[in-house]
């Protein structure tokens, strides 16, 4: 049964009041979450970036870029559906991280997504630095058997390093663990968007010997984004469920520059929720994490907007997936 507090007043307007999700329902216990569908929680840490920091604001930005008031409620207008109505969704706060402390707060937001993913809902975690994959995949992992579970990431950079200039764990290096350990079988690690100038070639020697499959955004402009689609789902193959590493920086820097480590040459926005819209119709939905948004260098909230817009947009495919119906566009004729 969940017991989850409602936040809002019945009028209450987006920048007025308490700070969840939309003003979902907060429900930090474990019985509070019990009953959702889905938890949205907050991963705020930055301490392991490389270069700009600040993403330890991005949990409370991606809340709040928002309009309407009082009660959620949202009309996808290509998909038909209102995810608010099809889904319980709560929010389950943020994970108590330790400032300074990184493995610390990793620990805090490991057992955070445990709790959502024992509670039975799919955890949406709000970074944070991609650092978070780590402790956020691994916990989502442990719930479902070994290898059902495809990761989809978005991101201009692999993520694969053993390490950064000998420092072990870092935004640079959760993929890589999270194979080596064996959390994540290489073949179900499928990278969209990759740019620039890293990963090195021995860092694509690794992938290639583990299974990784990869395509970088030259491949996603010269084939178009629906053909790498499709062959990210054959990829797919197998698959139960669908984890989804969405990194705002596979954004390009005009569409999102609140951003640690911007890379010229991305996706549009757009180009991201068709993405996720495509990929979330197809299979169902294990969990998603939106890292790496930095709002002391975000631009008129662009960055925190696109990052909450993906996360809607997930919410939205994922219920009319679960629906079974077809996309009700309602145009006339
Ligand atoms: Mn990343």
Redesign the pocket.
């Known amino acids: 049964m969940m017991r989850a507090v409602r936040v809002n007043r019945a009028t209450e307007p987006a920048y007025a009041g308490a700070g969840t999700f939309e003003k979902v329902p907060l429900a930090l216990s474990r019985d509070d979450i019990a009953g959702a569908d889905v938890a949205i929680l907050g991963a705020p840490m930055d301490d392991m970036v490389s270069n700009r920091p600040g993403a330890r604001f991005g949990p409370r930005a991606i809340r709040c870029a928002y309009e309407g008031e009082g009660d959620p409620r949202r009309w996808h207008l290509d998909l038909g559906v209102d995810p608010f109505a099809e889904l319980r969704i709560v929010d389950a706060g943020d994970a108590e991280v330790v400032p300074g402390d990184a493995i610390r707060s990793h620990g805090a937001i490991e057992a955070l997504v445990a709790e959502v993913v024992g509670a039975g809902a799919v955890p949406v975690v709000l970074g944070g630095d991609?650092s978070i994959a780590l402790p956020d995949i691994r916990a989502t992992l442990a719930a479902h058997r070994h290898g059902s579970v495809v990761v989809v990431q978005f991101?201009s950079?692999a993520?694969t390093a053993t390490d950064i200039g000998g420092v072990t764990h870092s935004?640079g290096s959760p993929f890589r663990h999270l194979v080596d350990r064996g959390h994540l079988p290489g073949d179900r690690l499928i990278q969209v968007g990759l740019r620039g100038y890293w990963p090195f070639p021995a860092e694509l020697d690794w992938a290639r010997g583990a299974g990784v499959r990869w395509h970088r955004m030259e491949e996603v402009r010269r084939r178009g984004l629906d053909a790498v689609l499709t062959t990210v789902l054959e990829e797919a193959d197998g698959a139960d469920a669908l984890y989804l590493s969405v990194?705002v920086?596979v954004l390009d820097p005009a569409f999102a520059p609140g951003t640690g480590t911007p890379c010229s040459g991305g996706m549009t926005t757009y180009e991201l929720l068709h993405a996720l819209r495509t990929l979330v119709l197809a299979m169902p939905l294990a969990g998603l994490e939106v890292?790496?948004v930095s709002p002391p260098y975000d631009h008129a909230g662009i960055t925190a907007l696109a990052a909450h817009d993906a996360v809607l947009e997930v919410l939205s495919a994922e219920a009319l997936r679960r629906s079974g119906r077809d996309p009700d566009p309602q145009d006339p004729d």
């Open positions: 991609h991101d950079h993520d935004h990194d920086d890292v790496e």
